[in-house]
């Protein structure tokens, strides 16, 4: 029998989700309708980062959920046939200052790479060196590299996927929906019958809910970047993404692009306006890589809304006491690295049902959804 899936939210977790309930064994029996308004999308405005290994932080879920992620990206686009636009593995590299801390990170490095095969190679690279692999850098820093680190466009990843699912069982409709109180969906005072809900609605998570009355712990934070045209440097067209420390993330794109970012501002809410004091910020950190930037440089800003819950941590699956409705929130700032993972084990569980244990990448669901 035919499953009526809606989605709603096309950022990376609603696109994963379409795309792998058109792939996946019993995609036959699915037919799903993705409803997604575009509106302040975090996946479009991302950096695109993909190199969570030498992480700060200590939730180990997270971290478990995010290595598994980043693995996921290089088979996804060979299955998916992404081209270098779309994802490429530039390496990262991660710089210190300090000595003591350099070799900290090596070591910390060293050790995750025995247990994770997508790190690729770790090196250690003297301030000359990082210069050598990033020649657009006038003040290179001392750091450690990771060659399975990549790059991810957002935008062009949804683009491909939803592509592939529309080929197959998918139906796209660009607009802002509502749930009412069974879980359906309503556009406008019109209302569409499912069997499964996916919520992916990011920073808009809570309004969503609502008509359940559940309340999310998830909220708004503004990100913005910047955009520069640098020098073309024929020779090095493939550069590795750096993670300077206390400066911002600079990810050169090999052609002349350059791109650096971004903010966290927390009390900005869903206000999407590019703003002059966020453009100053990102050049002053762009200036610290390379001296003689001037800011005429700057060719664009990027904006968008991440969601994020009170420990930072991401949370999906299926409402505990509203089973038809699954969800997956607060992403925050490494989204592009869980989001694909999270969009896959979602799609799993809507076509095999159940209720999966993903206490391995996850803290209790419970802890993030209530009812009111
Ligand atoms: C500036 C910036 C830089 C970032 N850099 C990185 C990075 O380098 N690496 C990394 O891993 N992560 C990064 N992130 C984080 C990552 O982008 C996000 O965590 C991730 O994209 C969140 O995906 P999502 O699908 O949950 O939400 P989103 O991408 O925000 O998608 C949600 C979608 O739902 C739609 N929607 C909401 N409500 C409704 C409704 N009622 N009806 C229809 N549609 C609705 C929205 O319009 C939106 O399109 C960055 C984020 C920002 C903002």
Do not use: C
């Amino acid at each position: 029998m035919t499953q009526k899936v809606a989605i709603i939210g096309g950022g990376i977790v609603g696109a994963t989700v379409a795309y792998y309930l058109s792939q996946l064994p019993g995609h036959e029996q699915q037919e799903v309708t993705l409803y997604d308004d575009g509106t302040g999308q975090a996946t479009k405005a991302a950096a695109g980062i993909i190199s969570p290994w030498l992480s700060k932080r200590r939730n180990k879920q997270w971290y478990e959920l995010a290595k598994r992620g980043a693995e996921l990206l290089p088979q996804l686009a060979r299955e998916a046939n992404f081209d270098n636009e779309v994802y490429q593995q530039t390496g990262t590299i991660i710089t210190r200052t300090d000595e003591a801390d350099l070799d900290a990170l090596y070591l910390l490095a060293e050790k995750r790479r025995t247990e994770t095969a997508q790190m690729g190679e770790v090196l250690k690279l003297s301030a000359e060196e990082v210069a050598q692999r990033i020649p657009l850098l006038t003040n290179a820093q001392p750091g450690v590299f990771v060659s399975g680190g990549a790059r991810l466009d957002g935008s062009k990843y949804i683009d491909a996927l939803l592509k592939i699912a529309t080929n197959r069982n998918l139906t796209i409709k660009q607009q802002r929906v509502t749930l009412n109180s069974d879980g359906n969906v309503m556009m406008g005072s019109k209302l569409e019958r499912f069997d499964r809900v996916v919520v992916a609605t990011g920073a808009w998570m809570k309004e969503t809910l609502k008509p359940l009355d559940i309340d999310v712990d998830v909220r708004p934070q503004k990100g913005q970047l910047i955009e520069l045209s640098v020098k073309n440097i024929e020779s090095h067209q493939v550069m590795p993404v750096l993670m300077p420390e206390g400066e911002r993330d600079f990810i050169p794109f090999g052609n002349g692009q350059l791109v650096v970012g971004a903010t966290h501002e927390d009390d900005a809410t869903f206000n999407l306006e590019a703003t002059g004091e966020a453009k100053d910020d990102l050049f002053r950190s762009a200036k610290q890589m390379i001296a003689d930037l001037t800011i005429d440089k700057v060719t664009g800003m990027r904006v968008g809304t991440r969601g994020y819950t009170s420990d930072f941590a991401p949370f999906f699956g299926p409402i505990p006491f509203f089973n038809k409705v699954m969800v997956a929130g607060g992403l925050g700032s490494s989204g592009l690295t869980t989001g694909p993972i999270i969009g896959k084990l979602l799609a799993g569980s809507v076509i095999f049902g159940g209720q999966p244990d993903w206490s391995k990448f996850e803290k209790d669901i419970n802890l993030y959804i209530s009812k009111k």
